[in-house]
C-alpha cells in the first residue's frame, strides 16, 4: 500500500513553495526548504539498503529542493518565515494526529518502506510504475 501524500511533511512544503512562486502568499518557503533538504540528506544517509527507484527518488526529492533553494536564492529569510514554518509544521502534526498516525511513526514507515525497497512512498512508487518494477 502506498503512503499517503498528505501524511508527508516535504509535500507540503513543495505545495508552499508553488503557492509562493504564484503569488498566493508574501511567506517565503526558503528555510523550510533548508531543513527538508538536510532531512533528506540524512534519510539518504541512514538508509541501509535501496534499489535504483529508491536512490532516484531521494536523489529527485534532493535536485527538486536545491532547485527550489536556486529560484529562493535572493529571499532572506525573515523571522516570520520561521515563525509560519512552525505554525505549518503545527498544523501538519495535528493532521496527522487526526489521521490516528504520529509524525515519528509515519516517518518509520518511510523509512522501513525505503529499507526493504517496498516502493510505498508516492514518489518511489511513481518511478517504479515508469520502470516496470513494483
Not at 535536485?63 to 520561521?82: E, G, M, P, Q, S
Amino acid at each position: 500500500m502506498v503512503l499517503r501524500v498528505d501524511l508527508i511533511f516535504s509535500y507540503w512544503v513543495i505545495v508552499w513553495f508553488i503557492v509562493y512562486s504564484i503569488g498566493v502568499t508574501t511567506y517565503s518557503p526558503k528555510f523550510v526548504i533548508i531543513i527538508a533538504l538536510l532531512e533528506n540528506i540524512y534519510s539518504g544517509i541512514m538508509l541501509r539498503t535501496a534499489n535504483v527507484q529508491t536512490i532516484m527518488s531521494l536523489m529527485v526529492l534532493i535536485l527538486l529542493k536545491l532547485t527550489i533553494l536556486f529560484v529562493l536564492r535572493n529571499d532572506k529569510i525573515r523571522a516570520i518565515d520561521i515563525f509560519v514554518s512552525v505554525i505549518l509544521f503545527i498544523i501538519y502534526v495535528i493532521w496527522v494526529h487526526m489521521n490516528n498516525e504520529t509524525v515519528l511513526g509515519y516517518y518509520k514507515k518511510i523509512q522501513r518502506s525505503l529499507n526493504n525497497n517496498d516502493n510505498n512512498t508516492p514518489l518511489v512508487h511513481i518511478l517504479s510504475g515508469m520502470f516496470g518494477k513494483s
